[in-house]
């Protein structure tokens, strides 16, 4: 099993046939994930390689049955996007776009709250999510995860993802589901959201979780792992050498006052039990050992 | 980006926000003429975006011409917690009868939008909030339903600010949310908010944080744009438009994505080096990104080696390669480099770094063995000695030299 989308996710890919949204979206549908539609205001009608593309969302859905949509619109546009797939029902979307404004942001993932319960977004600006050898949605190249669990990874950073997924296929190790959930400071989809959801699939039996400085989301995954997570977490938190106050690149990424330096990130996670090493090599090899155990 | 006092000020008179008179004086000679135009008394504010200003003598009374000239020419040029005063702010003196302080900025733990006030102004809001929490009024706003007239009554009334202030505050509250919101700002903090003894409220300090992402829609932001804060290299960096931060070591950094460029500057460190900067070129980066990237790091006269660490995921591995290429065909890279490329794209990435590879560009396969193979290299400070003489290299190169020097 996996986490949020499987073998039966059907794909609508907002801005196909955008360069960004074509290249993905077509690696994406290479990678066996069932792209079914995309949606293009004004270009309703074309295709992209065999793919339809719709004016609207909610006729991609209705023409589909398409329930996943994958966001890759340019940040004026993003949120209207997000809540455009909403409102056309989809229960799972997941954005990519890197730089949109807090204020819109902050906006489409309240009106998400507060008028659409049903769906889940997961970014903005994250690398998205894998099952793999289900599904592939966002910009992770599928080739360097390894099937069949049973490692479950959440990760904020998009890079450190992929840097996740690669130690752990070295060393033999499978991912039921890999998270992306972004660096944003208003991400629709936490760690702790994604801690219960990995808790509750059978087939993963242990997670791996890749935080950095900035906020206070790793913490509160500590508290939640202490109270509720019965598989083994092994946890990295990039950002030692990060002075304080500065901005790291991720508006995520930046310390106020004590909370939210890794020191105080990675004291709360192994008080809460976790496994916490120190770079993403020690994280693979971790893992391996408590999958050898399992 | 962080605006200064006096920039702050004129954002918020944007939105109606009252704020004292007074003007923008770079020499002593301005000082007076911009404290003849607001009246005496005025203050003379050093403008530098650091708090404690005052404290460190960076903000003076002055009743006359003679004393104008005597504050401004000490202030002027004085360093405040590591930054150099270049502006001074001249504003006419306000008769403060109370001090408040009022904010808006996103609260990221509930994913809405904070707002307080205080009727404890003045002062550090951080004392405030550890030693008389029950002092700050606080209200979350929902961001999809927004801020009323009546949110901003209740705010007031709950901070007990004076009956006098009411009014005054609870119209300023609704205006510097609008500035929050469509000024776009990651923060607008006044501190303090004064009342007068003739019963007005205005902002006596303006502390504005505009969100970056926002800047397609507020063309008006290129006035604010200051780049004096920042030092040499990242301005550099600034001017490519490259997320970089200048840190004291001696291994250029190149990654993708924050996260992983965090990473790199940890795995450095862990293996014996400095990092001499934190250099993110981001999603998506290409040849030209790249070779951006190489010159500003390139122009750092302490990185004795270069440490580029990619995985490709909207970033393709083939353009970074040729990013490098085309780097190392502009600009004479002086310090050697260790290059990790993988992910998307990671094969035809390393075909095209073969065609470059030489004593001073190598790959690695791993980020360790990438960290320890730059930070040996630089070690050996086989490049530095071009470099060391002038800019500080010499010290750095002796405190961090435990890798092999």
Redesign the interface.
């Known amino acids: 099993m996996s986490i949020f989308v499987d073998e039966n996710t059907k794909v609508v890919v907002q801005g196909l046939t955008g360069g960004?949204g074509r290249f993905?979206g077509l690696r994406n549908k290479a990678y066996g994930t069932q792209v079914v539609a995309g949606v293009t205001p004004g270009k309703g009608g074309q295709d992209v390689e065999g793919i339809p593309i719709y004016d609207t969302v909610k006729e991609a859905v209705g023409a589909t049955g398409a329930n996943a949509s994958f966001v890759s619109v340019p940040?004026?546009g993003a949120a209207a996007a997000i809540l455009e797939a909403a409102e056309a029902g989809i229960a799972f979307v997941v954005c990519?776009t890197?730089?949109?404004?807090?204020?819109?942001e902050?906006?489409a993932?309240?009106?998400l709250?507060?008028?659409f319960p049903g769906t889940r977004l997961l970014g903005p600006n994250c690398?998205g999510i894998i099952s793999p050898g289900k599904c592939n949605i966002?910009?992770?190249?599928g080739e360097?995860a390894l099937p069949g669990g049973p490692v479950g990874i959440v990760?904020?950073?998009?890079?450190?993802t992929?840097?996740a997924l690669?130690e752990l296929k070295q060393l033999g190790v499978g991912v039921t589901t890999c998270v992306g959930i972004g660096?944003d400071?208003?991400p629709g989809t936490n760690f702790v959201d994604c801690l219960a959801a990995f808790e509750d699939d059978p087939d993963t039996r242990a997670i791996a979780m890749?935080g950095?400085?900035g906020?206070?989301e790793e913490e509160?995954a500590a508290a939640f792992i202490a109270a509720s997570v019965t598989k083994p977490v092994v946890a990295?938190i990039?950002?030692?050498?990060?002075?304080p106050g500065?901005?790291?690149?991720?508006?995520?990424?930046i310390i106020s006052?004590s909370k939210g330096t890794a020191q105080a990130k990675m004291e709360a996670l192994a008080s809460a039990g976790v496994h916490v090493v120190?770079?993403?090599?020690e994280a693979g090899i971790k893992m391996a050992e408590i999958v050898k155990e399992l | 980006m962080d605006l200064f006092e006096y920039q702050g000020k004129q954002y918020f008179a944007r939105y109606g926000i009252p704020v004292s008179a007074g003007g923008v004086a770079d020499t002593v000679d301005d000082a007076v003429a911009q404290a003849e135009a607001a009246g005496y008394p005025v203050v003379v504010k050093a403008q530098v975006q650091v708090g404690g200003r005052g404290k460190a003598g960076g903000i003076k009374l002055a009743a006359n011409a003679e004393e104008v000239r005597e504050h401004a020419a000490h202030i002027l040029g004085m360093d405040i917690k590591g930054h150099v005063v270049r502006r001074l702010w001249i504003e006419h003196a306000s008769d403060i009868a109370k001090e408040y302080y009022a904010s808006f900025t996103?609260d990221?733990?509930a994913?809405?939008?904070l707002a307080m006030v205080s009727a404890k102004g003045g002062v550090e809001i951080?004392a405030v909030a550890e030693e008389d929490p029950g002092a700050i009024a606080r209200m979350h706003i929902?961001?999809?339903?927004g801020f009323t007239a009546a949110d901003a009554t209740r705010l007031v009334e709950e901070a007990r600010l004076d009956a006098e202030a009411h009014d005054g505050a609870v119209e300023i509250l609704q205006k510097l949310y609008t500035c929050y919101?469509e000024g776009?700002a990651?923060l607008v903090e006044i501190n303090p908010l004064i009342l007068t003894p003739q019963g007005q409220v205005h902002a006596l300090d303006a502390k504005v944080t505009l969100?970056d992402?926002?800047s397609?829609?507020h063309p008006e932001w290129d006035d604010f744009r200051d780049i004096d804060e920042f030092d040499e290299r990242e301005r550099l960096a600034r001017s490519k438009g490259l997320?970089y931060?200048g840190?004291d070591g001696f291994v250029g950094i190149i990654?993708?994505?924050?996260?992983?460029?965090?990473?790199t500057?940890?795995?450095v460190?862990?293996v014996g080096g400095k990092?001499a900067n934190?250099l993110?070129i981001?999603?998506?980066a290409n040849a030209e990104v790249m070779a951006n990237a190489l010159e500003v790091i390139n122009s750092d006269g302490n990185v004795r080696a270069i440490f580029i660490n990619i995985?490709?995921?909207?970033t393709r591995g083939e353009e970074v390669a040729n990013g490098i290429k085309t780097a190392l065909g502009r600009v004479e890279i002086s310090a050697p480099m260790v290059i990790r490329l993988?992910?998307?794209n990671a094969e035809e990435g390393r075909e095209i770094l073969k065609t470059v590879e030489s004593d001073k560009v190598m790959s690695s396969p791993?980020?360790?063995d990438a960290a320890r193979k730059a930070v040996e290299l630089a070690g050996s400070g086989t490049s530095g000695g071009q470099s060391s003489g002038t800019s500080g290299g010499q010290s750095s190169g002796s405190s961090g030299g435990k890798g092999g020097a």
């Open positions: 960004q993905h940040p004026k990519i890197e730089g949109i404004p807090a204020h819109d902050a906006r993932y309240n009106t709250v507060d008028r690398p966002g910009i992770t190249a360097i990760s904020r950073s998009g890079t450190l992929y840097q690669y660096g400071p208003v890749f950095e400085i906020g206070s509160k990295y990039a950002g030692v050498t990060a002075p500065k901005k790291m690149g991720h508006a995520g990424a006052g120190h770079n993403p090599t | 996103l990221r733990a994913k809405k939008y951080e929902d961001p999809a339903v919101v776009d990651d969100e992402n926002a397609f829609r997320q931060v840190l990654a993708n994505g924050a996260g992983l460029a965090m990473s500057c940890d795995v460190n862990q990092p934190f993110d981001g999603g998506g995985f490709g995921g909207i993988d992910g998307t791993t980020m360790l």
